[in-house]
């Protein structure tokens, strides 16, 4: 109930019934993959190349594809079935699952629904999924947000899985795909299999996104951990976004990845500055001083972001103070990730401690933003 009366105060929006939807993900995205074994794990599919059918896949069937000189070859364990320019693998049951495995490179296999084609491109086999929404979707849930949560967590994520996909819907239309399944995108790694409740909560959020004030579906960031205190859109990415704020969070502060620490020498601290033209004289700390919260520079000043160190020196997050001891430079650090939109952690205690999904995204997104029924 309390999760129903707060949707309404964020203005739940009904735009039609709902109706299924279909998106293509790109499998194995710039894995250079060069041949693969596709196997029917349920119901049955109708194989065919170049737009003519050449068999009938049932349940347990292997077949195997790989790239050559004069196309895309096929043949399962009794017959070679030729060479084509693309294949398509079409469900032709009620439900429909595959197995995809790569064999050069070897790769762990990935479990998914519904249809699937296979062409060249790029000098290696381009794999599209071509699945509904609402089945991706768990899939993208477990991946990026792990299989031991809780279900109004898993709801909250869901929504921002969802909402990504509608934002991105065209991000790689170019390339004839809607999304891929690296972290260039959103993670996949197939049918979810590790948590039912995964299923549950998605169903139970079906269609639901967050939206900006015009309806717009919002950029809905996650991270792992915030160490705290969120950043900023502007502050990690230099975009103002009036739903990406700082927010202080308390939730995550008992996890493994809220502080971190890590130790270089002066001398490659020096050469590094040195390197980025700044005089060594401007970002020498002699104590550590802990901010208030995230700034955006080195030492509050020296035009230097700390979202650069970050990348050059591998670090967990931008959420750093800098200390010098003993002729070594420490980086104590809070976090896991950019930091910016719902930290993951943070989310996870919220729901532990009996936060429903609108408490939790309301939290980390803001006033700013309304839950919307989306076609």
Same mark, same amino acid.
């Given at each position: 109930?309390?999760?129903?009366?707060?949707?309404?105060?964020?203005?739940?929006?009904?735009?039609?019934?709902?109706?299924?939807?279909?998106? $293509?993900?790109? #499998?194995?995205?710039?894995?250079?993959?060069?041949?693969?074994?596709?196997?029917?794990?349920?119901?049955?599919?109708?194989?065919?190349?170049?737009?003519?059918?050449?068999?009938?896949? +049932?349940?347990?069937? *292997?077949?195997?594809?790989?790239?050559?000189?004069?196309?895309?070859?096929?043949?399962?364990?009794?017959? /070679?079935?030729?060479?084509?320019?693309?294949?398509?693998?079409?469900?032709?049951?009620?439900?429909?699952?595959?197995?995809?495995? =790569?064999?050069? =490179?070897?790769?762990?296999?990935?479990?998914?629904?519904?249809? #699937?084609?296979?062409?060249?491109?790029?000098?290696?086999?381009?794999?599209?999924?071509?699945?509904?929404?609402? $089945?991706?979707?768990?899939?993208?849930?477990?991946?990026?947000?792990?299989?031991?949560?809780?279900?109004?967590? !898993?709801? /909250?994520?869901?929504?921002?899985?969802?909402?990504?996909?509608?934002?991105?819907?065209?991000?790689?239309?170019?390339?004839?795909?809607?999304?891929?399944?690296?972290?260039?995108?959103?993670?996949?790694?197939?049918?979810?299999?590790?948590? $039912?409740?995964?299923?549950?909560?998605?169903?139970?959020?079906?269609?639901? &996104?967050?939206?900006?004030?015009?309806?717009?579906?919002?950029?809905?960031?996650?991270?792992?951990?915030?160490?705290?205190?969120?950043?900023?859109?502007? *502050?990690?990415?230099?975009?103002?976004?009036? !739903?990406? #704020?700082?927010?202080?969070?308390?939730?995550?502060?008992?996890?493994?990845?809220?502080?971190?620490?890590?130790?270089?020498?002066?001398?490659?601290?020096?050469?590094?500055?040195?390197?980025?033209?700044?005089?060594?004289?401007?970002?020498? =700390?002699?104590?550590?001083?802990?901010?208030?919260?995230?700034? $955006?520079?080195?030492?509050?000043?020296?035009?230097?972001?700390?979202?650069?160190? +970050?990348?050059?020196?591998?670090?967990?997050?931008?959420?750093?103070?800098?200390?010098?001891?003993?002729?070594?430079?420490?980086?104590?650090?809070?976090?896991?990730?950019?930091?910016?939109? *719902?930290?993951?952690?943070?989310?996870?205690?919220?729901?532990?401690?009996?936060?429903?999904?609108?408490? &939790?995204?309301?939290?980390?997104?803001? +006033?700013?933003?309304?839950?919307?029924?989306?076609?």
């Amino acid at each position: 109930m309390r999760c129903r009366i707060l949707i309404m105060n964020v203005l739940l929006l009904l735009l039609g019934a709902a109706t299924a939807a279909d998106i $293509k993900i790109a #499998l194995f995205y710039n894995g250079n993959i060069q041949s693969v074994v596709f196997t029917t794990i349920e119901g049955e599919y109708r194989l065919s190349g170049d737009g003519g059918q050449i068999a009938v896949i +049932r349940k347990g069937t *292997m077949f195997h594809i790989e790239q050559t000189e004069n196309g895309i070859a096929v043949h399962d364990t009794l017959q /070679a079935y030729g060479t084509f320019n693309r294949l398509e693998f079409t469900g032709v049951s009620v439900s429909n699952l595959f197995m995809l495995k =790569p064999v050069f =490179p070897a790769l762990t296999g990935k479990e998914s629904d519904d249809n #699937l084609s296979i062409d060249l491109a790029g000098g290696s086999l381009r794999m599209i999924n071509r699945l509904e929404l609402e $089945k991706y979707i768990p899939g993208s849930v477990e991946t990026e947000g792990g299989p031991g949560a809780t279900e109004e967590f !898993y709801k /909250a994520q869901a929504i921002l899985i969802r909402t990504y996909a509608f934002r991105n819907f065209t991000r790689h239309a170019q390339q004839g795909f809607n999304l891929c399944d690296g972290v260039h995108c959103q993670a996949f790694n197939g049918k979810s299999r590790m948590n $039912k409740v995964i299923y549950s909560a998605v169903a139970a959020t079906r269609d639901l &996104i967050l939206a900006d004030a015009q309806g717009l579906p919002i950029t809905t960031a996650y991270h792992a951990n915030c160490g705290g205190m969120t950043s900023s859109a502007a *502050m990690a990415w230099n975009k103002d976004l009036p !739903y990406l #704020l700082p927010v202080h969070d308390p939730f995550c502060n008992e996890s493994s990845l809220h502080n971190w620490r890590k130790n270089i020498s002066l001398d490659e601290w020096r050469n590094y500055l040195q390197g980025k033209g700044i005089e060594v004289a401007q970002a020498m =700390p002699e104590t550590d001083s802990i901010p208030a919260g995230r700034v $955006k520079y080195l030492n509050g000043t020296v035009a230097l972001p700390m979202t650069v160190i +970050r990348a050059d020196f591998g670090l967990r997050s931008a959420f750093f103070t800098l200390a010098g001891e003993n002729g070594n430079i420490a980086f104590n650090g809070h976090g896991y990730g950019h930091g910016v939109g *719902m930290c993951q952690e943070g989310a996870m205690e919220m729901a532990r401690n009996g936060y429903c999904y609108v408490d &939790i995204l309301m939290f980390y997104f803001s +006033r700013h933003v309304q839950i919307t029924q989306k076609k």
